[in-house]
């Protein structure tokens, strides 16, 4: 018997995208509060290239599941960049600090153009969906304030579960709370968090707006691709 999976769904840059991401935050920061400063992208990039609590996914982060213990890690581990880009001490704690503000800012993030139509289509299709994904701890209000709330039965996001893909553990606790389905396909941008982690899980993965040609996945362009994409395969109800 065949069956349309449950679709677990990973955030930014599938969903939605923030222009530069965190370096690019790093970046605003350091233009607003110490303008002249000199430095570009390129500086900053290598250095935020690890230290986030989901570049040690084999790792699990119970001591991190409380808001302000998340925002402090990560505020420490910002004040050491603009650290070592060359701020004193404190000009790197009020850049810490705005990055801090405009990560859990929801107006930091857009939707793609075919977001909220797509994901529209598959809920009156009725496929089951839920959002996993590495993020804020202001993750759910984020999704909230962009509209997408109704369309998912729960937001998990790393800052909430303790865990981050592409552990194990991230996807069961996604599977768990969909109710353990037969069926279940992974929609992500990131290869190694949302597409071997899949695979790991025992889930089958699609990427999309990836770079990534690998044939161990799915592949859409655009979400508004991925309807037609389900509908033409099958799902056992063994998963």
């Given at each position: 018997m065949n069956q349309?999976?449950?679709l677990i769904w990973d955030f930014d840059g599938t969903l939605a995208y923030q222009e530069g991401k965190w370096s690019g935050a790093m970046l605003a920061a350091m233009d607003e509060l110490a303008p002249g400063?000199?430095?570009t992208l390129k500086d900053v990039r290598p250095l935020m290239s690890s230290g986030f609590p989901w570049d040690e996914p084999e790792k699990l982060h119970p001591e991190l599941t409380d808001p302000q213990a998340w925002w402090a890690f990560l505020e420490a581990y910002l004040m050491r960049v603009a650290l070592a880009l060359g701020f004193n001490e404190d000009q790197a704690r009020r850049i810490a600090r705005q990055v801090h503000h405009v990560q859990a800012d929801s107006r930091s993030y857009?939707?793609?153009p075919d977001t909220r139509a797509t994901l529209d289509r598959l809920k009156s299709e009725g496929y089951r969906m839920i959002i996993l994904s590495n993020h804020v701890p202001e993750l759910p209000q984020i999704v909230c304030d962009l509209g997408l709330t109704d369309a998912f039965e729960a937001v998990l996001g790393s800052a909430q579960t303790a865990v981050e893909k592409p552990h194990p553990r991230a996807f069961a606790l996604a599977l768990e709370t969909l109710g353990n389905p037969a069926a279940a396909v992974m929609?992500?941008?990131n290869p190694i968090a949302d597409g071997h982690g899949a695979l790991?899980?025992?889930l089958q993965p699609?990427?999309?707006h990836s770079s990534d040609k690998?044939?161990?996945f799915w592949h859409c362009g655009q979400l508004c691709e991925i309807p037609a994409l389900l509908a033409s395969h099958s799902f056992s109800t063994e998963r």
């Open positions: 349309r999976p449950a400063h000199g430095l857009h939707l793609f929609i992500g941008d790991q899980a025992g699609l990427l999309v690998s044939a161990l």
